[in-house]
């Protein structure tokens, strides 16, 4: 994320409400019976002042980070003729506010829509599929469905050695 243009487009947002509200305003001393106007102006200067703290918090952000840009989140994708593959994420905590893996999804599934890819598959999803998961309402807010399918397997490549590793799992006690 880059703060200065991240401030910038704050910015352009506080004037473009207080250009609104100078106008609502003017609507209020012409009609100072009309609540509606009462009530429009009181919306938008509260969306206004939560823009203004998203610009005190970001100024101080970059004062602490010390540069211009951060990074917020990161993710690891893998690209195919058929299905764009979501396989893990990460994000810095310090800046969760700037809501980095919604941000990446976006970009990646019109990145798939531009290369004709037919499928985003954000795969692993485990666990309750009844809505509590957050990882599910996270996967499901991008329009998509959750597809349960059998549990998993595994298959030892090498039987003995695999004998001998739970073995000794269990006689140090971690298995």
Known sequence: MN????????????SALTAKLDKINQKIEKYPANDKFKRQYAEFDD???QHKKRIN??????QQAGVDEVVVAC?????????????FSGTDETYMDYYGP???QDVMINQAV?????????YGIAGRF??????????????????????NFMMPVQPL????????????GRG
């Open 102 to 104: 919604y941000q990446i």
């Open 114 to 122: 531009q290369a004709g890819i037919k499928r985003y598959n954000f």
């Open 130 to 151: 009844d809505g509590t998961d957050g990882v599910l309402g996270f996967k499901t807010a991008f329009n998509g469905s959750a597809r349960q399918l059998v549990g």
């Open 161 to 172: 050695k695999y004998k001998i590793y739970r073995l000794l799992k269990k006689l140090m």
């Open 57 to 62: 918090k970001a100024e101080e952000q970059h």
């Open 3 to 14: 703060f200065n243009n991240y401030i910038q487009e704050e910015q352009q947002k506080v």
């Open 47 to 49: 969306q206004r002042q």
């Open 75 to 87: 993710a690891l994708f893998i690209q195919q003729p058929q299905e764009m593959n979501y396989l």
